[in-house]
């Protein structure tokens, strides 16, 4: 089955502890990203990539890391998380090598971050 | 101000009503508009993918419409079930910043039995 796989799907944490995210695709797409989606505000991207060792800043990049070693993985890294980084985390993937391509983007089904 | 907004924010109708739902853009140009749906504690499913030249788009029960000029989309569900009850999210993707995606903050609908 076609998926987007994240874990973990929830995590409580304490500020300045590091975490990573992890995002894996079973589909072959070149392009995925990571977005954050709060109350009342739209998906807000994070970090994108448009193939392996090829990664760049989206809207809201401050206080993220992330890297594409491998075509199917695209983790994301919070070195030292802060309260204001609570959200939901999404990751997709596409198979259009631009993001607006005419290919559906598919999503993972969320993470949900608390950061006291 | 947002570049997508939609309306209403939240919406409740009776299960076999119709309903339609709004988005406005001001991102110009653009190369395709998207309806996602997005269930409670799960990502976004695309629904549409309308490119500038077209003016509509069925997905069964779903039907998307364009007006290019106006910069104006709509979402209409037909005979709406039980199951519609989600969040539903306009996207445009601005071809002037390489196509990137300007997500709408969605809109809630609630079908009701």
């Known amino acids: 089955e076609a998926q987007v796989t994240q874990n973990p799907r929830y995590l409580i944490t304490v500020t300045g502890k590091k975490l990573t995210v992890t995002c894996s695709q079973n589909?072959?797409?070149?392009?995925m990203s990571w977005y954050r989606q709060d109350p009342g505000l739209g998906l807000r991207q994070i970090y994108y990539?448009?193939?392996?060792?090829?990664?760049d800043k989206g809207d809201v990049p401050e206080g993220y890391k992330v890297s594409r070693k491998e075509k199917r993985n695209f983790p994301l890294i919070l070195e030292s998380p802060s309260p204001n980084q609570t959200s939901l985390y999404f990751c997709a993937s596409s198979l259009s090598p631009g993001q607006g391509g005419d290919q559906p983007q598919h999503f993972g089904d969320g993470t949900r971050l608390s950061i006291l | 101000k947002n570049q997508v907004e939609q309306s209403p924010q939240s919406l409740i109708i009776l299960e076999g009503k119709n309903c339609t739902l709004q988005c406005n853009y001001t991102v110009s140009p653009f190369s395709n508009l998207r309806w996602y749906k997005q269930d409670t504690g799960r990502g976004p499913v695309s629904l549409t993918i309308m490119t500038f030249s077209e003016n509509t788009k069925s997905n069964g029960r779903y039907t998307a419409t364009l007006d290019a000029d106006t910069k104006q989309s709509s979402l209409h569900i037909t005979a709406s079930q039980l199951s519609d009850s989600a969040s539903y999210i306009c996207v445009v993707s601005a071809l002037q910043y390489g196509n990137k995606l300007v997500f709408g903050a969605g809109t809630i609908l609630r079908v009701k039995s």
């Open positions: 589909m072959n797409h070149e392009y």
């Open positions: 990539s448009m193939n392996v060792e090829v990664t």
